[in-house]
């Protein structure tokens, strides 16, 4: 099966051919792999600046933003059937007995840092024609969002900030007020790359007075945030 993969001792970047996956666990699912994004982690990896391969391998297959249709799964997988659209995470947990984090499931809290993550860190990515992994990884997507469920990943980093700094804010005494339509809530976002629009769009679905300010001029970016009804102020 062909996989586009990094080489980080030869410095290369080349296809290769990858093993097929395989269930190899009841808990396991094949997904074809529909559409891969790239950002700007995975410039970093094509120029060796970060990025390890599995242990046992001399490349790391790329791609960590991918959207797939199962076609394979095993025989304790309920949640997810053949034809599905999945939206795999990136991050799987460490080994450590002692990482309270891990073995709760919360990898992305890990206390050893000896996760690994496909694509990035000492698991092969999704830039392939196939992948396996556990259902547990994999998130269902409804078939209306086969056209932007690539972007679920990179959303997902702008949301996880946003369920943060709702939690925070809740501590405030006025908080309730934005509810109730009386102060409204507002919100600044640095920034106008991929991930801070994505974040933008999110705010601006849950209520939010929305304004991107950026370093880079107007242009598409501008463009954009204000067709979305946010604000764009320019240091420029
Ligand atoms: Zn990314
Ligand atoms: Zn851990």
Redesign the pocket.
Known sequence: MKAVAVFPEERALRLVDHREPAILAPGDVVVRVLEVGFCGTDREIAAYRMGAPPPDSPYLVLGHEAVGEVVEVGSSVRRIRPGDLVVPTVRR????ET?????MGR?D???????TQRGIKEAHGFLAERFSDDARWLQPVPRELREVAVLTQPLSIAETAIAELEQVQKRLPWAALGETGGAGKRALVLGAGPVALLGAMALVVRGYKVTVYSHAGRGDKAEFAESIGAQFVTAD
């Open positions: 947990p460490c080994r450590r990482c309270r984090a891990c073995r990898p809290f890990c206390l050893s840092g000896e996760y």
